[in-house]
T-cell receptor, first 115, second 116 residues
Framework: DAKTTQPTSMDCAEGRAANLPCNHS???????VYWYRQIHSQGPQYIIH???NNETNEMASLIITEDRKSSTLILPHATLRDTAVYYC????????????????FGQGTTLQVKP | KAGVTQTPRYLIKTRGQQVTLSCSPI?????VSWYQQTPGQGLQFLFE???????NKGNFPGRFSGRQFSNSRSEMNVSTLELGDSALYLC???????????????FGPGTRLTVL
């Protein structure tokens, strides 16, 4: 089962910031928070990941609470092309024995960006 | 750098048949994972291959199998197809450098399988 909880859906006005929350209260110390999104009928696209510090890249920012039990993905200026299902996933970061390329997806948040 | 490619993109089969799907990872990537996506169950992990060995397997029946070749390309096979196998099958590749950071996975566009 997925270790994360996300709202089923959210709306955002075009040009405004979209803030997508994720709860992961059982996250372990060696688990990272990853975000992917899936635009209709396409393969999921990696967005960003982090361990405990806030992270930013050209697509988004990731804010992780100090206790690491929740996080927020921020799309600073949402566009219509950001309409997608957003998945928050926790996974072990370091690759080694027992840690494999397995992502456990929940139901995600459907973000609808409106004009 | 070319992305993950999957062939074919669309496939129609009938119950009882078998099917083979192909995935070519990004050049240099050694890990290939397969996922099934259906409206009812969402995205579910099938299995992962690394250096031609299956490293992990999801909760799917033995009708679902896969393999990886020395060039990291991977195939998955579904035998004795059932109506419920209709789904989008996605593969993802990652660098997966041993002992290093577990790099993010890059997904292909998927193969849409319809079983009639």
């Amino acid at each position: 089962d997925a270790k994360t909880t996300q709202p089923t859906s959210m709306d955002c006005a075009e040009g405004r910031a979209a803030n997508l929350p994720c709860n992961h209260s059982t996250i372990s110390g060696n688990e990272y928070v990853y975000w992917y999104r899936q635009i209709h009928s396409q393969g999921p696209q990696y967005i960003i990941h982090g361990l405990k510090n806030n992270e930013t890249n050209e697509m988004a920012s990731l804010i992780i609470t100090e206790d690491r039990k929740s996080s927020t993905l921020i799309l600073p200026h949402a566009t219509l092309r950001d309409t997608a299902v957003y998945y928050c996933i926790v996974r072990v970061g370091q690759y080694g024995s027992g840690n494999t390329g397995k992502l456990i997806f929940g139901q995600g948040t459907t973000l609808q960006v409106k004009p | 750098k070319a992305g993950v490619t999957q062939t074919p993109r669309y496939l129609i089969k009938t119950r009882g048949q078998q099917v083979t799907l192909s995935c070519s990872p990004i050049s240099g990537h050694r890990s290939v994972s397969w996922y099934q996506q259906t409206p009812g169950q969402g995205l579910q992990f099938l299995f992962e291959y690394f250096s031609e060995t299956q490293r992990n397997k999801g909760n799917f029946p033995g009708r679902f199998s896969g393999r990886q070749f020395s060039n990291s390309r991977s195939e998955m096979n579904v035998s004795t197809l059932e109506l419920g196998d209709s789904a989008l099958y996605l593969c993802a590749s990652s660098l997966a450098s041993s002992g290093g950071f577990n790099n993010e996975q890059f997904f292909g566009p998927g193969t849409r399988l319809t079983v009639l």
